[in-house]
């Protein structure tokens, strides 16, 4: 592992730092998230080698989660989905002049979460992926399925998240059976004048930065481009200084929000807000004195931000065990990985040892590098907040385009599948569809495809789904476990909606 | 494609068929879902529609039309000319490089809520800068394919 260190060029770390500051930029920007940094910054990984490529994504990942805190205190609007919990408490501190202050505590509890979670990657990662190397094509078939009924039952209704993720497995089952899985290499679910565009399918990536980038735009755009927000006040206000001491007391929060940030980004498709919103309600529940929080306590800010840094190193768990895609960012990097020649699954780690270890000193030192850039450079950074949306749409779209054209070296039907999939993206999110479980579905649905097929070619009955192994078993508990859970809370929120309406 | 010959879980897959198997489960499982969800979640909300209590997507919101349709019109357009452009320039990423100037004009004019002369030389100057810069970095530096 040290050899494999000592061998890391100076690059390396530069791409990192580049990655956190332009994750970070894109964090604060309200409306951008990490996912979108990913996709858009992905034509610079084209050029590099695996190491560097690796440094920049997991740098933009990082910094990207870490982001959205800055709008989150200063102005009261989360600049990721996972930042609203520090909202609640960074704004009331800033408001009292405490600004720099609650922002430091948010830094230092995001690198607490972030490094808490990549030691649990760590050590965890490798034991899973060796568990699941064993897995036969009936188990891996129901380890998807797993997945996605806890992305449905995750999902705020669902029924709808069911729908949303077959949706996503039907797109991706549009082209050929391909070959080089087995299959008889013929095309389906499509017309055959289709067939010089579509004959591979959709191209993971063009659909990714489509349905984060271009339809993040059209949204914006149906609501007419808010004006900016020039004339508000970003002045990072210091009257009360920061101090370490503000943890003390605090460990087992900090702890605890950093393990429920890694848990729930291990499950897939589960977006941060969920990580956050928990981590707080159980430091509301179980604190000695929670009586401040929602009007500026340190606490609050400790939970939300720990929690949501910790999901990075959660979300790669499953990633880089099974294949499975942990959020959407990860759902991004797995098509980065691609690219760059890694196949992500239980035969990744014991594989490509070296690639590991550089995996997580990228994440380790992203974690450092937003640390430090955010701690001391947080006046400046939080300026970017103020950049109009004219100048930075018509970047971004441009940017899509050079992801999009340049994945399969020149394909200009890559590049309409952005638009196809940016206006996909922006009708699922006006009709109430969930984009995460539709991601996932896309990304799995080919291989679901090979494991069931191939699974019922060679045993002949659907029965051995259920009588394959004790594993089969238990995952069959699990998924009807998270259906059930899903039902109940469900049940429990229709229960208490009634009673509000009477 | 299905035979029960022994139980009536066993099936058999006819390999030159067997591209349809999984999408044809998969129709299924759309259809009964997109009825339950019919039955569950639309006839419920079009109720509420009805009561007023809610709006309809797309059509009972108000939106920013001009803008919205002139991004769907800006977007059509620049993919398509940039090809066109580009198959004057083979290898060169010209097409790029030129439609990206105009596109990120226009978009920002789109964009732009109050129109003043300092906005518009700012916009102008980033119209210029940013695809240069790209195509200096992309196609010069990383050798990247650029239409």
């Known amino acids: 592992m040290m050899d494999v260190l000592s061998s890391l060029d100076i690059t390396f770390f530069l791409l990192t730092a580049l990655g956190a500051l332009v994750g970070i930029i894109f964090g604060a920007i309200p409306g951008m998230t990490a996912t979108m940094a990913v996709a858009v910054c992905l034509p610079l990984t084209y050029a590099l080698g695996l190491e560097h490529g690796l440094a920049l994504l997991l740098g933009l990942y990082v910094g990207g989660i870490s982001g959205g805190m800055v709008p989150a205190v200063l102005l009261n609007i989360p600049g990721t989905p996972s930042s609203i919990t520090t909202t609640f408490d960074g704004y009331p501190m800033a408001q009292r002049g405490e600004g720099e202050r609650a922002l430091r505590i948010c830094i230092v509890a995001s690198l607490v979460g972030g490094l808490i979670s990549a030691v649990v990657l760590f050590w965890f990662a490798p034991m899973l992926a060796e568990f699941s190397i064993k897995f036969s094509y009936v188990e891996k078939f129901l380890i998807i399925l797993l997945a996605l009924s806890v992305i449905a039952s995750m999902s705020s209704n669902m029924l709808v998240g069911l729908f949303s993720g077959a949706i996503g497995i039907w797109l991706s089952l549009i082209g050929t059976y391909s070959l080089s899985d087995g299959g008889n290499g013929k095309t389906r679910l499509m017309f055959d004048v289709m067939e010089p565009y579509l004959f591979e399918g959709f191209s993971l990536l063009p659909v990714l930065i489509g349905i984060f980038g271009i339809s993040t735009v059209l949204i914006e755009a149906e609501r007419g481009i808010s004006g900016g927000l020039k004339g508000t006040n970003v002045e990072v206000s210091k009257e009360k200084r920061f101090s370490l001491s503000v943890f003390k007391g605090g460990i087992t929060n900090l702890v605890r929000s950093s393990f429920i940030g890694t848990f729930v980004g291990m499950l897939p498709g589960v977006g941060g807000s969920a990580a956050s919103v928990l981590a707080y309600t159980q430091e509301k529940n179980l604190s000695r004195d929670s009586s401040q929080m929602g009007k500026g306590a340190p606490q609050g800010l400790i939970a939300s931000e720990s929690s949501n840094n910790a999901l990075t190193g959660g979300a790669l768990i499953p990633l880089l065990s099974l294949g499975i895609p942990g959020d959407s960012t990860t759902a991004v990097l797995i098509g980065a990985f691609t690219l760059q020649g890694i196949q992500v699954g239980p035969l990744f780690i014991p594989e490509n040892q070296d690639t590991w270890y550089v995996m997580m000193a990228a994440l380790v030192f992203a974690n450092f590098v937003m640390f430090f850039l955010m701690f001391y450079a947080i006046k400046h950074i939080a300026k970017v907040v103020l950049v109009p949306k004219y100048i930075l749409f018509p970047i971004i779209v441009m940017m899509c385009v050079i992801g999009a054209y340049a994945i399969n070296y020149g394909i200009m039907f890559d590049v309409w599948t952005l638009l196809i999939f940016g206006i996909i993206g922006y009708i699922i999110q006006k009709i109430g569809l969930e984009v995460a479980p539709l991601i996932i579905g896309f990304i799995l649905g080919g291989s679901a495809e090979v494991y069931f097929v191939k699974s019922l070619e060679s045993f002949g009955t659907y029965s051995i789904f259920f009588t394959k192994s004790p594993i089969a078993v238990v995952l069959w508990g699990l998924i009807a476990a998270s259906i059930a859970l899903s039902a109940f809370i469900g049940f429990k929120s229709r229960k208490r909606g009634m009673r509000n309406v009477s | ?147």
């Open chain 2, 1 to 147: 494609m299905e035979s029960g010959t022994t139980s009536p879980l066993s099936v058999s897959i006819d390999f030159q068929t067997s591209h349809l198997f999984f999408p044809h489960i998969i129709n299924w499982t759309i259809g009964l879902l997109f009825v339950l969800v019919l039955v569950f979640r639309v006839v419920p909300f079009l109720k509420k529609v009805k009561r007023g209590e809610s709006a309809l997507p797309f059509i009972g919101e108000s939106m920013d039309g001009f803008r919205f349709v002139g991004t769907l019109v800006l977007l059509v357009a620049y993919f398509y000319l940039m090809s066109v452009v580009g198959d004057y320039f083979p290898y060169t990423g010209y097409g790029f490089l030129f439609t990206s100037i105009g596109f990120l004009f226009l978009m920002s004019l789109l964009y732009m809520h109050t129109r003043t002369k300092r906005k518009i030389i700012v916009a102008g100057i980033n119209a210029l800068l940013a695809p240069a810069l790209a195509w200096v970095v992309f196609a010069k530096l990383f050798y990247i394919t650029l239409p």
